[in-house]
């Protein structure tokens, strides 16, 4: 599954707590040395809460923060951050993976994973020093937490009281079908729901979730089909000569189609799976939605939490609460959580969430605070207003990642980070540089930076357009192709292979450009691998 | 103020994540298998067990998803850190890039991974690395002295020492002992005791009623003294049986000719079996033990260094080196208490001569005491020779002896090897489940 994964704070390379000043005898000091214990996280928390509640004016759901260890770290995150996901080989493919790279020192551990979920659960693991800890608690418990509990998206799509349970109902219903289905037969349905993970999400409400009633939903279907169940159906014999096939018109409204949310489609209108397997694609598709809020809001997310933590961090230390070498060891690790190498610095690996975030966030209070002409004639709107709390909590709440960076990134920071366009056409020989942060490119560089954070540029638009009821009720997709980037082709045929096998009948998708022209037709045959006795 | 939980979960099951291990090592088995092979025949066995670093192509463990390819198109960019650039200039493409995009862009979450590494443990490693294979001839497993007994937990008994006495039962029985007999119960005494002083406390208020009291107290006071709260006869204590433990020990006898013909490829190739062998064993066995003896023309016991890198010169008489081993196990290993396993390595040289002695040693003095007993003639390495010159070579001496011996019901074998990468199939085959011969009571 490639999910975002729950949010992470990097561990810079190796940061020594420990090595001290002698403690000071100031009283209010919070804690002195490196070692934690519960009272002082206790302390910390409760001095980190009087900031964030009292005097940054955060919202924030209960929280509940869970000590665990390295290796148990690395279990969450093996699972997509989810403690109790369920059972499947890919979560073991992860786990190796990350344990193999981590014992080779390639990567560093996540400091914390947090969850969206009420209460909001953080875990902190038992070995980072309490600095650490008083920071993960700001950047998780009070900057994610609000977040989640704000930002429209989260509480549109996701259920923070439900999540937990709903876990442990599908972990569970997962399990039982395992044990009368057969591991690889749930294996396998999982494996193809997987596959469409980034295509089972509605990306227009419907209606509200409510996961706590998800499995009590899925009782009282099966109690109605039990109690409507007769055996006599079976015996009726079926019309002869079925009328003429209905015209597209009437077979797509009668199918709902065009879909772009495959598993949706698949989960009502496959016509060979089994209830169980349709459970099983209804499971994922709720677990990607669950996590798609988290995907579009990855620079803001972290943006918030880094600049809560920043902020809550350096107050902490003004009212002497934390020690000058507590605090240098805190920059350490936020200077290099917010580093952004250059394009052509070796570090480069696209625009640092953290880093641009941070940046943002920091850029607006300077707005709200401090603001220069060129501010004001930009952001009109609370430009010089002077509080910088309630233009960020409205941003938090109100955007998500592109349209976030539409509206907020300013000249300045763009002059800052000295951003710029670049235009890759395949046809061409160069690169060209199509605009800079100066006047005349100062809003096609923010227009083009947040089409980077856009649905169509995260994934491809792939769509359900029409089933051949009449022939070989042959699957037809359709993917609109942007700028002439097709599908990796390898990729796409294993994909669609799976979603054949969901379906049960050949699958055909068509590539098309805006014009309508078909670049590519790529056709898989189904296997019915999937289809139980 | 706080509303805020810590929760300690670290002693929480550690291996959360096991099943979904499990699942997965199931799922990529085939590959991992032929990457646990590759990496036996390519590594130094001694690493080998030490669990090991596999990489295997992503096949069949793939996870697909739909994304645009990396290639053809037009793509934007909004990059930081721009320097000099200009709006309107052009930088080349470097060359063979095809115009993929910069940095990591364009290959999601491991698109573009050929091979997937990771670490497998030490028991993952050996278990598949041992899949399937069986140690011939388990069933002399003789119960050895006293020593090798296991005490079992076996009912209750009435009597014992009093460090396994059984509380539960004990308190039990009394109990029940207690309400049969109608003892009194020290509540009931002590009410009546309580009444009593109270009427005594106003003296002449209720005299008969006193005097019927202190009747019945007196009368309760004899039985319980009558009825003792324990009686020996409540008393359970555990019982424990002895289970005579089998003595799961064997001995491994490396035999290695280390004369002047034997090369360092032909002792690596040995060296390379005798740890397959004795990894084997000691999944087997608890304990296990080694024993080296070396031999030329005249043959000695030796430490295991002394075994693989110092070199003699001599004729060679593979009969001191059996002679040698019976020793030994006279000595030492008692034919009754150990499992016995020979591992002879030679290139097969020996003198004419020694042929039936050595043969007559073998079948009549060794191979009855041995559970299982192997010979590998190593050859030199096929791929160095020049062409023509060697792979169809003549039976050599020792195989010619030792030929009469297979075929009949002996637990005796023999196998070629040539390279390295022949080591492991040949010792699979050598100990392949369904192959050996099986004992009827197996596994240790």
């Not at chain 1, 993917?479 to 049960?504: I, M, P, R, S």
């Not at chain 2, 304990?287 to 030796?302: G, L, M, S």
């Amino acid at each position: 599954m490639t999910l975002a994964p729950v949010e992470r704070l990097k561990q810079p390379e190796r940061s020594k707590p420990g090595e001290k000043a002698p403690p000071p005898d100031d009283a209010r000091l919070l804690y002195t040395g490196a070692d934690w214990d519960y009272d002082t996280v206790k302390r910390c928390h409760d001095a980190i809460q009087e900031i964030a509640l009292g005097e940054l004016g955060l919202d924030v759901y209960p929280n509940q923060i869970e000590v665990i260890t390295s290796e148990q770290m690395l279990d969450a995150y093996a699972s997509i951050g989810m403690p109790l996901l369920y059972r499947h080989w890919s979560f073991g493919k992860h786990f190796a993976r990350d344990e193999a790279m981590y014992r080779r020192g390639m990567r560093g551990l996540a400091y914390e994973i947090v969850i969206n979920s009420s209460p909001c659960i953080s875990y902190i693991m038992e070995e980072n020093s309490i600095t650490m800890q008083a920071l993960v608690i700001a950047h998780a418990a009070f900057g994610h937490n609000h977040f989640f509990k704000n930002n429209y998206l989260f509480q549109q799509w996701t259920d923070a009281e439900g999540i937990l349970g709903y876990l442990d109902f599908a972990k569970a219903y997962i399990a039982r079908c395992e044990e009368r289905y057969g591991q690889q037969l749930v294996e396998r349905t999982l494996d193809a729901a997987h596959a469409l993970m980034n295509q089972g999400i509605h990306r227009y409400p419907r209606r509200r979730l409510d996961l706590q009633s998800e499995a009590r939903r899925e009782q009282e279907r099966q109690e109605v089909q039990r109690q409507l169940y007769n055996d006599l159906w079976r015996t009726v014999p079926t019309k002869k000569g079925l009328k003429a096939p209905s015209d597209e018109e009437r077979r797509r409204a009668l199918l709902d189609l065009p879909e772009e949310n495959l598993l949706y489609f698949l989960e009502k209108k496959a016509p060979r799976l089994a209830p169980w397997q349709r459970e099983v694609l209804r499971i994922v598709r709720h677990v990607a939605q669950y996590f798609s809020p988290q995907r579009q809001t990855k620079v803001m997310n972290e943006g918030c939490a880094t600049y809560v933590h920043y902020r809550i961090m350096t107050r902490l230390h003004e009212l002497g609460r934390i020690s000058d070498g507590a605090y240098m060891e805190f920059l350490h690790s936020h200077t290099s959580v917010v580093f952004q190498p250059s394009f052509d610095d070796p570090r480069y690996s696209g625009i640092n969430p953290y880093a641009l975030g941070f940046a943002m966030m920091q850029d607006i209070e300077r707005i709200a605070t401090n603001p220069t002409e060129e501010d004001r004639a930009w952001f009109p709107g609370y430009a010089g207003s002077g509080d910088a709390m309630a233009a960020l909590r409205d941003a938090w709440a109100n955007y998500r990642d592109e349209s976030f960076i539409l509206q907020y990134l300013s000249p300045h920071l763009m002059r800052k980070m000295r951003l710029f366009h670049l235009h890759d056409d395949s046809d061409e020989s160069v690169y060209r540089v199509s605009a800079i942060h100066d006047e005349r490119g100062y809003r096609r560089v923010r227009q083009q930076l947040a089409a980077q954070y856009d649905f169509s540029s995260l994934d491809p638009d792939i769509q359900i357009t029409d089933v051949d009821l009449a022939g070989d009720r042959r699957l037809i997709l359709e993917h609109k192709v942007q700028k002439g980037v097709l599908l990796a082709e390898e990729d796409a045929k294993a994909v669609l292979q799976h979603v054949a096998n969901l379906w049960g009948y050949d699958v055909l998708l068509f590539e098309n450009d805006d014009a309508g022209n078909t670049l590519r037709k790529l056709t898989v045959p189904a296997r019915t691998i999937l289809l139980a006795e | 103020m706080s509303s805020m939980i810590i929760v300690d979960r670290r002693s929480n099951p550690k291996g959360k994540s096991l099943a979904n291990r499990q699942r997965f090592i199931r799922r990529a088995k085939e590959q991992i298998l032929r990457a646990v092979n590759g990496a036996s025949s390519n590594r130094r066995i001694k690493d080998v067990e030490s669990g090991a670093d596999i990489s295997i192509p992503t096949g069949g463990i793939s996870e697909p998803t739909f994304h645009r390819s990396g290639q053809g198109g037009i793509r934007d960019h909004v990059v930081p850190g721009n320097k000099e650039f200009m709006e309107g200039d052009t930088i080349a493409k470097p060359p063979g890039g095809g115009g993929a995009g910069r940095g990591n862009e364009g290959s999601p979450d491991g698109g573009g991974e050929d091979e997937f590494r990771f670490v497998l443990t030490r028991e993952e490693f050996m278990d598949l690395f041992m899949e399937d294979l069986e140690l011939p001839d388990l069933a002399k497993r003789k119960l050895k002295a006293a020593d090798a007994v296991l005490w079992q937990r076996a009912g209750y008994s009435s009597s014992g020492s009093p460090t396994n006495l059984n509380l539960v039962r004990t308190m039990r029985n009394s109990l029940s002992r207690r309400i049969a007999l109608k003892r009194p119960k020290t509540e009931e005494m002590l009410a009546l005791e309580a009444e009593i002083a109270e009427l005594e406390a106003q003296p002449g208020k209720d005299p008969d009623r006193l005097m019927e009291l202190r009747g019945l107290l007196e009368r309760q006071v004899l039985r319980s003294k009558r009825i003792p709260y324990i009686d020996p006869i409540d008393v359970r204590y555990n019982r424990f049986t002895p289970i005579p433990k089998p003595a799961a020990q064997a001995v491994m006898f490396c035999l290695m000719d280390v004369s002047g013909s034997m090369t360092e490829h032909m002792k690596d190739l040995a060296k390379r079996f005798f740890m397959l062998l004795y990894l084997f064993l000691t999944r087997r066995y608890k304990q296990v033990e080694v024993v080296f003896i070396r031999h030329t023309h005249e043959a000695e016991e030796v430490d295991e260094d002394t075994f693989f890198h110092s070199t003699e010169t001599g004729g060679t008489m593979v009969s001191t080196a059996l002679e040698e081993m019976k020793r030994i196990i006279k000595e030492r290993y008692p034919v009754a208490d150990w499992n016995i396993y020979g591992a002879q390595a030679s290139d097969g040289d020996n003198t004419t001569s020694d042929g039936g002695r050595t043969a007559a040693l073998l079948e009549h003095d060794l191979l009855p005491a041995c559970q299982y007993y192997a010979y590998v003639e190593v050859g030199s390495d096929p791929d160095s020779m020049p062409a023509g010159f060697a792979t169809h070579a003549r039976e050599t001496d020792l195989w010619r002896t030792y030929k009469q011996i297979t075929g009949t019901e002996t637990p005796f074998v023999m196998k070629k090897v040539r390279h390295r990468r022949e080591i492991y199939p040949v010792f699979r085959e050598l100990f392949a489940r369904d192959g050996a011969k099986q004992s009827e009571e197996a596994t240790p």
